[in-house]
């Protein structure tokens, strides 16, 4: 029977890393089915064996004990409020100041999203946590500790054998704009009076006396910044985000560096594109110095440091009526409801639709055709409704109910499993092809010069593409496309040479194209290292794509199920065959011959000399296999400091562990470690 301080000791360590993949990196490897299982396993073999209790334990972040009530406590380091800059010309001037006062031309910023949460700083002792405490005013604070343990991504223990005496982090708790639409949506379910806003709802989450109640509401925290530290330092910002990120705690995302005021500006407008994408609630973007010795020249007034500006846009209302609400189909097949309003001018532009997001908006909001409805925009962003005016209704308002079936095809409509988005499961539904198209086209995929948005609404209509090979084809049917409206010889020419170039793209940008879920620019270049070929890729399981370092479970479920449709497999022959390059097979040493031919390593850990990637290149060069798991198939475990479960199971399953100097000792040109 096995030993059950060794089984919780296990199951401990695997949540530890599913939540270290989960919060922190944005990767995970399991479903939250199998999550919840392994977390009720634990809380079972805890309650059956209390002599191995710990306040460490994943499954405190479950819940606790209600408490009496919240004691203050003073800031050791003043958590101060950032002065903000509504307009260009205010960033300009305070950049200029930046630059007398340092000495300086171009100063060095980082730009991050001025994330609308709660703050709250965190204090680690010697790798614990310690409290949590609220902003407050400033000077003091309430002690949240009992709720902090229950929010995602505040871990209980930092990952580190050698932490530090204190590490104060401070950021943000936040309800990510999901959880929130569920949450909304059930308290108009019981009747109760529902939050506002997402920052509302956790800031109410954060002063409940009951942790248990708290967790119900999915609070999260990302990190943006650092108080009161003994024994670590860094030398600029972007050391400390990656530092903390190793030690096991999420930070603030799509953080970009800038160097002098064009390219800050540069950013910042490329950080406000992204914003609709965001799954969370930003008002603004936060400027700070990276270098920290600057930001110690420069200091702090009472109010603000001077060191960081918040650029913000001004938030405006106005009041229309829904005419209509419409459906659309995405590039994945996601249904959208869009409100269609009545033209309304809000900030000097004139808005006439407005997203509600997924059917759990739609309830939360109880909208119907015809309501008049609140609308808010805020500088550049999209609007979107806040509210409903329901007293202003006259009872010819008409209920939207969500479809059934796909608006554009036809075909059942599947909702997300645990999820709040409901999908067209029809890869060549029409609305998808389209999205597609554009998207295959598009920068961050193929990058098709001549192909835009507007011509392909136009090849569509045409019927002269039915389907993303179909681009490809287009040489032979040249008089036809001068035949297109606007789309002259110069027009055309372009367009077909955009497509021949095209062909030359690496894999991983066809596999960015293809639509496939989940898989973006990132994990497409994970993959076309794996594997090389497209051809080698497809014949691939879910389980042996699951074994590839950054592809967890979902994305090769994903993936296996893409190659593996009838859809998949038609269209990837059919770009094969036309003459696009589905990459190229894996060096020769990295198949049959090498001195790792058959031997699969899982590297696990902080290496002393080499990053990860690197030793699992070497790995690959020598014909071995680099997985993400360990199994009774593994053949050897190289283990760094904090190697955690997968050296557990090591050691369990009997595979050889290797430090990365043993590990480096086996290779014929005998390299060393770097000292």
């Known amino acids: ?397 008409v209920e939207f109910r969500f479809p059934e079936s796909c608006p554009n095809c036809g075909t059942s409509v599947v909702q997300d499993d645990g999820g709040v988005y409901v999908r067209c499961p029809n890869p060549q539904c029409p609305a998808q092809l389209r999205e597609t198209l554009i998207f295959f086209a598009s920068r961050p995929a193929m990058d098709i010069d001549g192909l835009g948005e507007k011509l392909v609404d136009q090849l569509l209509g045409a019927g002269l593409v039915k389907g993303i090979s179909d681009l490809y084809r287009l040489s032979g049917k040249r008089d036809q496309l001068l035949q297109l409206d606007r789309l002259g010889e110069k027009s055309v020419d372009k367009l077909l040479a955009g497509l021949e170039a095209s062909k030359q793209q690496p894999l991983w940008r066809l596999l960015t194209g293809l639509n496939i879920r989940h898989v973006g620019q990132s994990n497409a270049q994970v993959l076309q290292r794996a594997f090389g070929t497209i051809e080698l890729l497809s014949t691939r399981t879910a389980e042996q794509l699951a074994c590839v370092h950054e592809i967890g479970t979902v994305i090769a479920d994903s993936v296996a199920r893409f190659f593996q449709s009838d859809y998949g497999r038609q269209l990837t022959a059919e770009l094969q065959e036309l003459g696009l390059n589905t990459g190229v097979p894996v060096p020769a040493s990295d198949a049959e011959g090498g001195i790792f031919s058959g031997k699969t390593f899982v590297v696990t850990g902080t290496l002393p000399t080499m990053g990860r990637d690197e030793i699992e290149q070497i790995i690959r060069d020598h014909g071995g296999r680099a997985s993400g798991s360990v199994s009774k198939k593994t053949h050897f475990v190289i283990a760094g400091e904090a190697a955690g479960s997968k050296l557990t199971k090591a050691q369990e399953l009997g595979i050889p562990v290797l430090t990365e100097a043993e590990f480096l000792a086996m290779l014929p040109e005998q390299r060393s470690p770097v000292t």
């Open 1 to 397: 029977m096995t030993d059950p301080g060794v089984q919780i000791q296990k199951l401990r360590e695997q949540l530890e890393h599913h939540n270290q993949r989960y919060y922190v990196e944005s990767r995970p490897e399991i479903s939250d089915r199998e999550y919840d299982a392994m977390m009720k396993q634990l809380i079972e073999l805890e309650a059956a064996h209390p002599e191995f209790a710990s306040e460490d334990s994943p499954s405190r972040k479950v819940g606790g004990k209600p408490i009496d009530g919240f004691v203050s406590v003073s800031h050791r380091i003043p958590m101060l409020s950032i002065e903000n800059a509504f307009e260009e010309s205010e960033l300009q001037d305070w950049n200029d100041s930046v630059c007398r006062t340092l000495g300086l031309e171009t100063p060095e910023y980082s730009v991050e999203f001025k994330i609308d949460g709660v703050a709250i700083s965190l204090t680690y002792e010697y790798g614990r946590l310690a409290r949590a405490v609220t902003r407050g005013n400033g000077m003091v604070g309430d002690d949240v500790t009992s709720n902090a343990r229950v929010t995602g991504g505040i871990p209980l223990k930092l990952i580190s054998k050698d932490p530090p005496p204190v590490l104060e982090v401070r950021g943000e708790v936040i309800i990510l704009n999901e959880d929130f639409a569920s949450f909304q949506a059930e308290q108009v379910r019981s009747g109760e009076e529902p939050f506002k806003n997402p920052r509302n709802a956790a800031a109410g989450a954060l002063k409940l006396l009951d942790p248990m109640l708290a967790a119900q509401r999915h609070l999260r925290f990302l990190a943006h910044g650092v108080g009161y530290c003994e024994g670590i330092e860094w030398a600029n910002y972007q050391d400390f985000l990656n530092t903390i990120r190793s030690l096991g705690i999420p930070v603030t995302p799509n953080v970009s560096m800038a160097t002098g005021f064009n390219q800050l500006r540069s950013r910042i407008g490329e950080m406000i594109d992204l914003v609709p994408e965001l799954p969370f609630e930003v008002d603004g973007i936060v400027v700070k110095l990276n270098k920290l010795s600057d930001r110690e020249l420069l200091g702090s007034t009472s109010k603000s440091p001077r060191w960081v500006r918040a650029y913000k846009w001004e938030r405006y209302e106005a009041e229309t009526r829904v005419s209509q609400i419409t459906v659309q189909v995405g590039k994945t097949g996601t249904l959208t409801p869009v409100a269609e309003l009545d033209p309304v001018e809000i900030a000097g532009t004139t808005v006439s639709r407005a997203s509600l997001h997924n059917r759990d908006e739609v309830e939360r909001l109880g909208i119907r055709i015809g309501d008049r409805v609140i609308v808010e925009k805020a500088g550049k962003i999209i609007p979107h409704i806040l509210r409903v005016n329901e007293a202003a209704r006259d009872g010819a308002e």
